[in-house]
């Protein structure tokens, strides 16, 4: 009989090892990179200066008290919705601005919207105070 020269037996066992080492070396790769890829996004923040006013523009506005002023007169919303719609039809490129106490409510100033929305206006401007300034 003859003698293998190299007895083998078969492998009963994983050598966890090498894994282990990849997955340490990925976790440290990783680990570098996290602040590189963080503040390496570049965001553009908002700038704080509005648009200026454009030339033609009428503005509607609501008070503390909840009265409609347009055109430097207290009017109703029915009455709003005619002279808005007067104004679209005479010149159609007036730009409208709305301005809103603070202290009135979301609802109010959504209804104005829809008033203004009916009128044939698209587009409103919502006129805000910067920040900071009281």
Known sequence: MRKRRFQSSPFDQINMI??????????IIFLMMM?????????APPELNSNPLPEDY???????????????RVITQEQLLD????????SPKTTLLLRADGARSYKEVISLMKT??????KNISLVTQAEGAN
């Open 58 to 72: 009428k503005t509607v506005a609501i008070d503390k008290d909840g009265r409609l002023i347009y055109d430097k």
């Open 116 to 121: 203004i929305k009916n009128s044939g206006y």
């Open 35 to 43: 602040p590189i890829i963080e503040y390496g996004t570049s965001v």
């Open 83 to 90: 002279e808005l719609r007067k104004l679209k039809s005479n």
């Open 18 to 27: 090498p894994l282990i080492d990849i997955t340490f070396f990925l976790l």
